[in-house]
């Protein structure tokens, strides 16, 4: 069946450098895609989204790309710092409000 | 986390016995969804409501039933818990039109 996953499950990464998470999605039908950062013990929190109609967008040291052609999504986080810590998951959703996750990635890093 | 409450957070029981875990908003959003989190699987989504009384089945729905009585209360309940059960349990909430959820603590449970 059509699921979202994440390319790797585990990234270290230097404090300072700049992290690349990766997410393959397989449901051409979604229209809409969102990441979240996990810490430990507690729920997963909205980082950032986009929209199938974008290609990139920005916020705060945190990149989301979208590859429709080959249904990748990645987040780039930039100076990576030791509270980036976490599980971060990709969110895909075909426009009925239920979301659909991959498995995760959980970043560490060092310092 | 945003208005969400989980209750209890913890819970440890035997299999065989009925477990009902509550999720509490103050947001007065229409949608509500409980998803279970296991390592290797991400979250799944086990039942969702769109409005009281609306409910439906997610992916993972099995052993598992839902009521939804009052806007601000979604409850999860397994009514012979199992062994494979066990799993951190998330409330999440959102509106029509809001796309994106807001995720309460999280309930632990484990079945023995």
């Known amino acids: 069946g059509e699921s979202v996953g994440l390319h790797l499950p585990t990234l270290s990464v230097q404090e300072g450098d700049n992290s690349i998470i990766n997410c393959a999605y397989s449901?051409?039908?979604?229209?809409?895609f969102i990441w979240y950062k996990q810490e430990s013990g507690k729920g997963p929190q909205f980082i950032i989204d986009?929209?199938?109609?974008?290609d990139k967008r920005q916020g705060q040291r945190v990149t989301v790309l979208l590859n429709k052609t080959v249904k990748h999504l990645s987040l780039q986080i930039a100076a990576t710092q030791p509270g980036d810590s976490a599980v971060y998951f990709c969110a895909e959703t075909p426009n009925d409000y239920k979301l659909s996750f991959g498995a995760g990635t959980t970043v560490t890093v060092r310092a | 986390d945003a208005g969400i409450t989980q209750s209890p957070r913890h819970k440890v029981t035997e299999t065989g016995t009925p477990v009902t875990l509550r999720c509490h908003q103050t947001?007065?959003?229409?949608?509500m969804y409980w998803y279970r989190q296991d390592p290797g699987h991400g979250l799944r989504l086990i039942h969702y409501?769109?409005?009281?009384?609306?409910?439906d089945k997610g992916e993972v729905s099995d052993g598992y039933s839902v009521s939804r009585s009052k806007t601000e209360d979604f409850l999860l309940t397994l009514e012979s818990a199992t062994s494979s059960q066990t799993s951190v349990y998330f409330c999440?909430?959102?509106?029509?039109?809001?796309?994106?959820?807001?995720f309460g603590a999280g309930s632990r449970l484990t079945v023995l």
């Open positions: 986009i929209r199938s109609n974008m």
């Open positions: 449901n051409s039908a979604s229209d809409y």
């Open positions: 947001e007065n959003h229409r949608y």
């Open positions: 999440a909430i959102t509106d029509p039109g809001a796309n994106v959820l807001t």
């Open positions: 409501s769109y409005g009281v009384k609306d409910t």
